[in-house]
């Protein structure tokens, strides 16, 4: 897996590439970390390519909701196929995390 | 009988026969018997003649035979106490014997056995100790010779019968004969058929008398030792022969000097301690490269021996500076030893002190000199600049080694002399080759506690695993309402699935859960163990099913890792008003089936993960719905294991096929159905391990 950052105006894009699972969860966790030190305030996670996703990888996101809401740091994740989706929506994650069709939904939301 | 008991025997009739060797002489000859053949009284006085010399035999084959060689010069020393004792008995008695006692014949007769006793067993033992030295690191060519010349000795006792012309004198007279080419020699041909008869086995015994393997082995000082030993019994030997020559050991019906046995043993004795001395003479001078040699050898034997001894990877150290120090008599030396990452691990020094290995460090590092790929030798420190305070110390020239195996940088090696150049050629080989076997000795240590340890980890996995079993219950016989067939498998040898039951309300109520903890493996495991206290604790309070779910949600939170999280459902049975009542916190969805109306559900509510939202807004995430239930309805209850399970081309097995292989075995027992879902997955994914955990609870109504 591999994850491609880049800085789109005031938008900090995410892109996952491949299976995110126990080992390379860590690797997203070491970019939200970096995002959220150099203040980054919104924040799109590109999820197009993201196949599979494990408790492990639900588990960075979701350790990041308490200190981004307290930051006022806004996340959303768009392109997310209907299978990981699902696990997110299972989970009951759906209702935390903003998961929207389209990167343009995303940033109009964010604005 | 064992060996020692034979070898008391043997020294009992030795005594024995003694005795009647001295009680048929002075019987028969003193005491004027008419009743006694005198012939018959010579042959009874010869055999007990034999039986004395073979009993002797027997006893020293035990007595030196049976005992392990460990040090060569204490055989020879306890062959040069025998024959001092020997000897200075004999002229003892020959010189110093008052004429009275001449006179006595009983007591002189006494005295001539006791010598007679004492040069056999000087013999024998002498004999017998010879082939402890004759045999040592032995082929089988000289096995064999060995044994046909000890036959040849044990026939020779029958000797003793006979009279032989065994003067050596005789043989000079005869070759002398030849040389003046005199025309009738046959007349002393006569005289030496003996010496032509035995030829063979002076052969033989000049043969066995070439196996001086022993004194290879030995260090300078056992040589001068043995040299010493060796002579004074070839004078022992001597003053027998002088003995026996000039007929001092005999008597009216014995004489030593026509004994083939004896003669012969002793010639034999004398000839190879001969060669012995020779031998260890020429050896001498080179004995101390044999030890410097046979001390390197050693050395690495040690290192070797200490992978195996459980000794510290210290301990290894300090044998490998002390070692290199000896190996090229070095002044000083240090060790740095670096561990698996390259990070220091050790430092050890001698003669030397720490100040000073870090002034030459300096020295090292400014004259970019490095020490960590190949081996670098310094022939003086004043050719290399900025050295002012060096020039100060007494080090004059250094070699440095570097300890690799396999490309693996393990340390460096740093052995100092005060003096200039003092590590030629050769040092530097013994050096070069110590170092690698040094390497590979610490390589192989480190191995060996890797091995260990990782041995103890398994172990402790597997106790964990035991464990962790225990915390999954066994009994799910509950009552005669339910029917529960439970599975679950873990990826790894621990995992982080979880089920469980808990009958309450004297049995009109049964609580039953099924879990996911994220993440696998250990931590996983120790997830799902706090999941199980808290279940089991919060379960007892009687609380609606999704109020269950807020408290264990704060506990969650309270318990485990910021990313961590647990997904669960809920269950509570009620058998009195037949209805369950149902929480979702983030768990697969589960199945109900009704019987009556032939209705598969999936049962579809919101329900957010335990652990996600770590404060008082959880209960907004979580709902409860009751559900009435009939006789034969069905519960079917399962982790993300089953369903993301994979194939070969990537593909999930999905909701979809898990609802189909249900319904087509919706008429099974709980178990067969289990058993068929599992057959199902195996088939589609074509493997039996998964890479996560999974279970599956099938539960019916009765």
């Known amino acids: 897996m591999t994850i491609t950052t880049l800085k789109e105006n005031e938008f900090y894009i995410i892109l996952i590439d491949g299976d995110l699972d126990a080992s390379s969860s860590i690797l997203l966790d070491t970019t939200l970390t970096e995002a959220f030190s150099t203040k980054e305030n919104k924040i799109l996670v590109d999820c197009s390519r993201l196949n599979y996703i494990s408790s492990a990888g639900l588990g960075v996101f979701m350790s990041y909701l308490q200190d981004f809401e307290n930051n006022g740091v806004s996340m959303i994740l768009y392109n997310v196929s209907e299978k990981v989706k699902n696990v997110f929506t299972i989970l009951g994650l759906d209702n935390l995390i903003k998961i929207l069709p389209t990167k343009e939904d995303a940033i109009g939301l964010m604005n | ?702």
């Not at chain 2, 001597?238 to 003669?263: A, K």
Request: net charge neutral; aromatic share 14%.
């Open chain 2, 1 to 702: 009988m064992s060996v020692k008991s034979y070898r008391k025997l043997y020294l009992v009739l030795a005594f024995i026969s003694w005795s009647l060797l001295l009680a048929s002489n002075i019987s028969f000859y003193f005491t004027e018997n008419p009743f006694i053949n005198p012939a018959l009284a010579d042959f009874l006085y010869n055999y007990f003649l034999c039986l004395f010399i073979l009993f002797t035999i027997l006893f020293f084959k035990i007595e030196i035979g049976s005992k392990k060689i460990t040090s060569q010069d204490d055989y020879l020393w306890r062959v040069f106490i025998t024959g001092v004792t020997t000897i200075l008995l004999l002229l003892f008695i020959r010189f110093f014997t008052p004429a009275k006692i001449q006179e006595n014949q009983s007591l002189y007769a006494l005295f001539f056995h006791l010598n007679l006793g004492l040069i056999i067993i000087f013999i024998t033992s002498t004999f017998y100790v010879w082939k402890k030295f004759i045999l040592y690191h032995k082929t089988t060519r000289t096995n064999i010779a060995w044994h046909i010349l000890e036959y040849f000795v044990l026939i020779s006792i029958l000797s003793s019968f006979f009279i032989f012309e065994v003067n050596p004198v005789n043989l000079f007279e005869y070759f002398e004969c030849l040389y003046y080419g005199e025309d009738d020699c046959s007349e002393k041909l006569e005289k030496i058929y003996f010496y032509i008869f035995t030829s063979p086995f002076i052969i033989l015994a000049i043969y066995l008398s070439l196996n001086v393997k022993w004194i290879a082995l030995l260090n300078y000082k056992k040589k001068i030792r043995s040299i010493v030993l060796i002579a004074f019994t070839l004078l022992i030997c001597v003053i027998y022969f002088q003995q026996i020559y000039e007929h001092q050991l005999s008597n009216s019906s014995i004489d030593l000097m026509e004994n083939v046995f004896v003669l012969g043993l002793l010639v034999f004795i004398t000839f190879y301690a001969f060669v012995s001395l020779l031998v260890l003479m020429f050896h001498l001078p080179t004995s101390s490269v044999f030890e410097r040699k046979i001390e390197e050898v050693k050395v690495f034997q040690k290192l070797n021996q200490s992978i195996q001894e459980g000794v510290t990877e210290e301990h290894i150290y300090q044998l490998l500076l002390q070692s290199g120090i000896n190996s090229v008599e070095a002044d000083s030396g240090w060790l740095e030893m670096v561990d698996e990452k390259g990070n220091f691990k050790a430092f050890i020094h001698q003669q030397i002190d720490k100040i000073d290995v870090f002034e030459i460090k300096k020295v090292l590092r400014k004259n970019h000199i490095n020490t960590k790929k190949e081996l670098y030798s310094i022939k003086s420190f004043k050719t290399l600049s900025h050295n002012e305070r060096i020039l100060n110390l007494p080090y004059k020239s250094s070699i440095m080694l570097p300890l690799s195996s396999n490309n693996e940088f393990l340390g460096t090696l740093v052995l100092i002399k005060n003096k200039n150049n003092g590590f030629d050629k050769t040092a530097t080989d013994v050096l070069y080759a110590f170092v690698s076997q040094a390497s590979l000795a610490i390589k192989n240590y480190r191995l060996v506690s890797d091995a260990l340890q990782n041995q103890r980890y398994r172990e402790e996995v597997k106790i964990a695993k035991e464990v962790q079993k225990r915390l999954l219950p066994t009994n799910m016989m509950l009552n005669d309402h339910l029917q529960i067939h439970a599975f679950s498998k873990a990826a790894d040898d621990v995992g982080g699935d979880y089920y469980d039951v808990y009958p309450y309300s004297d049995g009109k109520k049964v609580a039953l859960t099924i879990g996911d903890v994220s993440g696998n493996g250990t931590t996983a495991a120790f997830n799902m163990a706090q999941m199980k206290g808290i279940f089991q604790s919060l379960i007892q309070l009687d609380l609606p099913a999704d109020e269950f779910m807020v408290y264990a949600n704060k506990a969650v939170g309270a318990c485990l890792e910021k990313n961590s999280f647990i997904t669960l459902s809920l269950f509570i049975i009620d058998f009195e008003n037949k209805k369950f009542d149902y929480s979702r916190a983030g768990h697969c969805q589960s199945f109900y089936y009704s019987d009556k109306n032939k209705v598969f559900t999936i049962l579809e509510q919101k329900g957010l993960g335990l652990g996600i939202l770590r404060n008082d807004s959880y209960k907004k995430h979580i709902e409860k719905n009751s559900y009435p239930f009939e006789t034969n309805d069905l519960l079917i209850l399962y982790t993300d294991g089953i369903i993301e399970a994979t194939n070969e081309k990537g593909e999930e097995y999905g909701m979809e096929n898990l609802q189909k292989i249900l319904i087509q075995n919706i008429e099974l027992a709980p178990k067969q159905m289990t058993d068929k879902v599992l057959h199902d997955l195996y088939e589609f994914t074509g493997k039996r391990d998964l890479n996560d955990d999974y279970s599956v609870i099938v539960l019916k109504f009765v």
